[in-house]
């Protein structure tokens, strides 16, 4: 009986440390939507927006981030030559909710990008009451 619960004891020891890894993994790689609208304000150009939504998202009603370029995350592999020319910046990505850009975040990362990225998403930045783009076509 001691042997068992040891043995658990030893497990959820381990799975909270690895939760707790997991967690402070992600809070380095992410960005809220205020401290990216303060980089937008101060117009920082060592940062990039990507919206990694689709162009129907895009150019909805919801609008996209000023100066934001659109590769939807289904593409992004594909497409991952047009970000070179940013390699030396830190790309933000955002979506919907902060899901499909939590993917993309980790693609970017992967190939050797620095990339944050932005917890909430279009949610959140609209929830905040922060502006948003409503121009281009599909």
Same mark, same amino acid.
């Given at each position: 009986?001691?042997? /068992?619960?040891?043995?658990?004891? #030893?497990?959820?020891?381990? #799975? #909270?440390?690895?939760?707790?890894?997991? $967690? /402070?993994?992600?809070? +380095? $790689?992410?960005?809220?939507?205020?401290?990216?609208? /303060?980089?937008?304000? %101060?117009?920082?150009? /060592?940062?990039?927006?990507?919206?990694?939504?689709?162009?129907?998202?895009?150019?909805? +009603?919801?609008?996209?981030? *000023?100066?934001? #370029?659109?590769?939807?995350?289904?593409?992004? +592999?594909? &497409?991952?030559?047009?970000?070179?020319?940013? *390699?030396?910046?830190?790309?933000? %990505?955002?979506?919907?909710?902060? $899901? &499909?850009?939590? &993917?993309?975040?980790?693609?970017?990362?992967?190939?050797?990008?620095? %990339?944050?990225?932005?917890?909430?998403?279009?949610?959140?930045?609209?929830?905040?009451?922060?502006?948003? +783009?409503?121009?281009?076509?599909?």
């Amino acid at each position: 009986m001691k042997r /068992s619960l040891t043995v658990g004891g #030893i497990l959820v020891l381990a #799975i #909270i440390g690895w939760t707790l890894a997991q $967690n /402070s993994g992600q809070a +380095e $790689n992410t960005i809220t939507p205020g401290q990216t609208d /303060s980089l937008m304000e %101060a117009q920082d150009t /060592s940062v990039v927006l990507l919206d990694v939504r689709t162009s129907g998202e895009f150019y909805s +009603e919801t609008g996209h981030l *000023r100066g934001a #370029i659109l590769i939807p995350v289904q593409q992004l +592999e594909q &497409r991952m030559g047009e970000l070179e020319s940013y *390699r030396g910046k830190t790309i933000i %990505a955002y979506c919907r909710s902060g $899901n &499909r850009s939590g &993917r993309a975040t980790d693609m970017l990362l992967g190939k050797g990008f620095k %990339a944050v990225n932005m917890t909430g998403g279009m949610l959140r930045w609209a929830a905040e009451g922060r502006p948003v +783009e409503k121009t281009g076509e599909q």
